[in-house]
């Protein structure tokens, strides 16, 4: 599965333990690792003393609260679509980032598609793990589709109304 970080193809470097991890696996597998909420909860002294880079994924029906104090041992965060008409993990990275201040990776992974990148990213997504065989083109349509925003979020960007009262 193609992965785009900062609309860029980029390699993996995270060994997907979150689904068929034994305890033993958690330990032992070498270099920067994925996992559960719920192995991060149950092993959290054991994945701390690997000391190397974490990532966590968390469903979407998992609440970034459950790690808030905990964000500073995540390298990235992963956050599930587990259907394209599930939205709840674009609140979670708004959370994430603007309420608990989370400046690392988020990779939005799952039922990830083209027509939802643009607002992936204005909630704070800046990597996105895609179905796609052709990403970085999609990355490049979904990035230049819109150029005039409502709503303001935490990229930066200035909506149509402070544009507006900019030009006089």
């Not at 305890?23 to 092993?43: E, K, N, Y």
């Not at 966590?56 to 029906?61: A, P």
């Not at 980032?97 to 083209?114: P, T």
Request: aromatic content about 8%; proline content about 4%; hydrophobic content about 40%.
């Amino acid at each position: 599965m193609p992965l785009l970080k900062n609309g860029k193809p980029h390699t993996d470097e995270f060994t997907d333990l979150s689904a068929t991890a034994t305890p033993d696996m958690l330990t032992t597998t070498a270099g920067p690792v994925l996992v559960s909420l719920q192995q991060w909860q149950d092993h959290r002294a054991e994945l701390l003393a690997r000391g190397t880079e974490l990532c966590l994924v968390l469903r979407s029906d998992e609440k970034p609260a459950a790690v808030s104090d905990d964000l500073e041992h995540f390298a990235m965060i992963a956050l599930d679509f587990p259907s394209f008409r599930d939205g709840r993990a674009y609140s979670s990275a708004r959370i994430l980032r603007q309420r608990y201040g989370f400046a690392g990776e988020l990779r939005a992974v799952g039922d990830v598609l083209l027509e939802q990148l643009h607002f992936m990213h204005r909630v704070g997504f800046n990597s996105f793990a895609l179905a796609s065989d052709n990403a970085v083109a999609e990355w490049e349509t979904a990035a230049n589709d819109i150029s005039v925003w409502y709503q303001p979020t935490g990229d930066g960007r200035r909506t149509a109304i402070q544009q507006r009262h900019a030009a006089g």
